[in-house]
């Protein structure tokens, strides 16, 4: 019987030894022991029952949300890139895991349906953003969200409602250790050029309040109810602070960019420190929002 590593490699790309710096846009970290791009959803799900059930797996995306390990990450980094399906039903759309947001939100815009103009100004892709409740702008997934559809560890591809994902500010109640591969949004029909209006406001809004000359990762933390992380941050005495390679930006005290040399314990610190900070002035415990895997053990 073959092992489970040559038979990844004839279900997609298969690669070890993968720098995880290079797969995320805050640019740090070490690298992923082996990383496997399915060529669609049924190479997934073979993909999943094959492999070792004590095997760490690690989904990823277009990797705007995340801080690997300096260690880099021991197991099997799943690469969701592949799946772009991208159409529309009326006024139901359906995307797959790998399709960009900025794309989904002009694809809408082109359809004439509005609801997810926000995802205009937000780097990731369909995966990550549904299995994080992403959102700006006053809008988030589970707004529009009807269904999505994840192949599970044991190789199934099964669907849920959003009704059953309880999804609220950056949480979705996915099943353990699955991976979205397809959602469907229901939206609304609107005037394209309004629609579109819209989105150019929100672009240039992100634009003069954001960092997005410097490699970062978006908001690092969640805001706490009735407040704003930003606003707590600079309180605390903390813009513009710098630990190694990282800094809080002086631009949005809820952004760590990383100024050419960063490294995730930089960044790692600087969270920290904003944690303990913020805590001790305000008696606030900042949540990240950044996402932090677990170095496999």
């Avoid at 993909?47 to 277009?62: D, N």
């Amino acid at each position: 019987m073959m092992c489970w590593q040559q038979q990844l490699a004839d279900l997609g790309e298969f690669q070890a030894g993968v720098s995880l710096a290079e797969k995320t846009t805050l640019g740090v970290g070490g690298a992923a022991r082996w990383m496997f791009l399915p060529a669609d959803v049924a190479a997934l799900q073979q993909a999943l029952r094959c492999l070792p059930q004590t095997l760490a797996v690690l989904p990823l995306g277009r990797g705007s949300n995340l801080l690997i390990a300096d260690e880099g990450f021991d197991g099997l980094v799943i690469d969701t890139g592949a799946l772009r399906e991208l159409r529309h039903d009326d006024r139901t759309l359906i995307a797959g895991a790998g399709v960009r947001m900025p794309k989904l939100a002009q694809y809408a815009a082109q359809a004439g349906l509005s609801g997810i103009e926000f995802m205009a100004t937000v780097p990731g892709d369909v995966g990550g953003g549904v299995a994080m409740n992403a959102g700006a702008f006053g809008q988030q997934w589970s707004d529009t969200l009807s269904w999505v559809e994840v192949v599970e560890r044991d190789g199934q591809c099964r669907r849920y409602p959003a009704a059953a994902l309880s999804m609220r500010y950056r949480r979705t109640l996915l099943p353990t250790g699955s991976i979205v591969v397809r959602a469907a949004v229901n939206l609304q029909q609107d005037d394209r050029e309004a629609i579109r209006q819209r989105m150019r406001q929100m672009r240039q809004q992100r634009s003069n309040s954001q960092p997005l000359e410097q490699p970062n990762c978006g908001s690092v933390f969640k805001n706490p109810v009735g407040d704003h992380a930003a606003r707590l941050i600079e309180a605390a005495g903390l813009k513009g602070y710098g630990i190694g390679g990282a800094q809080i930006s002086d631009v949005h005290a809820n952004f760590i960019v990383n100024r050419g040399d960063a490294t995730a314990h930089d960044v790692l610190a600087l969270i920290r420190l904003v944690q303990a900070t913020v805590k001790e002035k305000f008696a606030i415990e900042l949540e990240p929002e950044v996402r932090i895997p677990a170095v496999p053990s």
